[in-house]
């Protein structure tokens, strides 16, 4: 059984989305055949290899057009592809007065509205877009034949959201065959929360927002472990390096010869180099703060350097 991916519950849940105004699913449509389809004066045409993606450029034409589109379809299994085309015989000059082109871009007044404007970028979500894994990394791009309509998709996207610009942006990249494509893409984990709420992806916002807090989580557990982890291993190195001046202490000169505070002291940490300086400070007689014992050491370092630095 073939995964679903969290970029294909994506695309379902968008496909699944039929507005009930005429205007936006008629914005919808022209940013599917302006992004993964075909417009002349001669025929217009869809290709697909998701069926749900193929079903809703279908329903679009029946809805808005009261027409029934010719079905093709070749291949099978994941190299299966969906043909949805109007002909002349369909009533194709009717659909050509709504999505006749203008410079690459649909023309008249398809996205004069604000409701227009999020279907038409739904639409070339689904014809031509992808999400990563929110659990994996953040990066959601829309390829799209023309560097006219990357720019428009920019404008668009960006105008929905409350900063400038500067993280929706496109690039050129080299198709296997050599030909050009361009591609719209966001990496920052807050804007493609706005486009997925933009766009009314809802369920599929929660479930990116849900991997979000638990990544947090996740992420926050860790730096404490390590910010633990690395306290302990420096608390364990200086216990172990005072535990050596208290050797060479009692090699040449005698701990029994220290100063009662430091010979107590002394003994402590030879005894146990797992005590924390707060533990040593409470188990002497009497007990004494951390700034002491921390005194006491220093003294004890001392002396041993001194006692290493003899010939």
Same mark, same amino acid.
């Given at each position: 059984?073939?995964?679903?991916t969290?970029?294909? #519950?994506?695309?379902k849940e968008?496909?699944?989305?039929?507005?009930q105004?005429t205007?936006?699913r008629?914005? /919808?449509?022209?940013g599917l055949?302006?992004?993964?389809?075909?417009?002349?004066?001669k025929?217009i045409?869809?290709?697909?290899d998701n069926k749900d993606?193929a079903?809703k450029?279908f329903?679009?034409f029946r809805?808005?057009?009261?027409?029934i589109?010719?079905?093709?379809?070749?291949?099978?299994?994941r190299?299966?592809?969906?043909?949805?085309?109007?002909?002349?015989?369909?009533?194709?000059?009717?659909?050509l007065?709504d999505l006749?082109?203008?410079?690459?871009l649909?023309? =008249?007044g398809?996205l004069?509205?604000?409701?227009c404007?999020?279907?038409?970028i739904?639409?070339?979500?689904?014809a031509g877009g992808?999400?990563t894994?929110?659990?994996? =990394?953040?990066?959601l791009e829309?390829?799209v034949?023309?560097?006219?309509?990357a720019?428009?998709?920019c404008?668009?996207v960006?105008?929905?959201?409350d900063?400038?610009? =500067?993280?929706v942006k496109f690039?050129l #990249?080299?198709?296997?065959?050599?030909?050009?494509v361009?591609v719209?893409?966001?990496?920052d984990?807050?804007?493609i929360s706005?486009?997925l709420?933009?766009?009314?992806c809802y369920r599929?916002?929660?479930?990116? /927002?849900?991997?979000r807090?638990?990544?947090?989580?996740?992420?926050?557990?860790?730096?404490r472990?390590n910010?633990?982890m690395?306290n302990?291993?420096?608390?364990?190195?200086a216990?172990?390096e005072q535990?050596?001046d208290i050797?060479?202490?009692?090699?040449?000169?005698?701990?029994d010869?220290?100063?009662?505070?430091?010979?107590q002291?002394a003994?402590?940490?030879?005894?146990?180099? /797992?005590m924390?300086?707060?533990q040593?400070g409470?188990?002497?007689?009497?007990p004494?703060?951390?700034?002491?014992?921390n005194?006491?050491l220093?003294?004890?370092?001392?002396?041993?350097?001194?006692?290493?630095?003899q010939?």
């Amino acid at each position: 059984m073939a995964t679903t991916t969290f970029s294909m #519950r994506v695309r379902k849940e968008a496909a699944m989305l039929i507005s009930q105004k005429t205007h936006c699913r008629l914005a /919808e449509l022209a940013g599917l055949i302006y992004t993964g389809g075909e417009v002349s004066f001669k025929e217009i045409s869809f290709v697909s290899d998701n069926k749900d993606v193929a079903k809703k450029v279908f329903t679009l034409f029946r809805k808005n057009y009261k027409i029934i589109p010719d079905v093709t379809v070749s291949g099978h299994g994941r190299s299966r592809h969906i043909k949805i085309s109007l002909g002349a015989e369909k009533a194709l000059q009717a659909v050509l007065k709504d999505l006749a082109p203008d410079n690459e871009l649909p023309g =008249g007044g398809i996205l004069k509205k604000n409701c227009c404007k999020r279907a038409f970028i739904r639409g070339c979500f689904l014809a031509g877009g992808s999400v990563t894994d929110p659990s994996k =990394g953040y990066h959601l791009e829309i390829v799209v034949p023309c560097e006219k309509l990357a720019e428009k998709i920019c404008d668009l996207v960006g105008s929905f959201f409350d900063d400038d610009l =500067g993280e929706v942006k496109f690039t050129l #990249r080299k198709r296997h065959d050599g030909s050009d494509v361009y591609v719209v893409y966001i990496k920052d984990s807050d804007r493609i929360s706005d486009f997925l709420n933009m766009t009314e992806c809802y369920r599929s916002l929660m479930d990116m /927002e849900n991997i979000r807090v638990e990544k947090e989580i996740a992420n926050s557990v860790n730096r404490r472990l390590n910010c633990e982890m690395a306290n302990l291993v420096k608390t364990i190195s200086a216990a172990q390096e005072q535990k050596n001046d208290i050797e060479i202490i009692e090699e040449y000169l005698g701990i029994d010869n220290l100063p009662i505070p430091l010979r107590q002291l002394a003994k402590l940490r030879k005894e146990d180099t /797992e005590m924390t300086i707060k533990q040593l400070g409470e188990a002497l007689d009497p007990p004494v703060s951390k700034s002491c014992v921390n005194h006491r050491l220093r003294k004890l370092k001392k002396i041993a350097d001194e006692l290493r630095a003899q010939p």
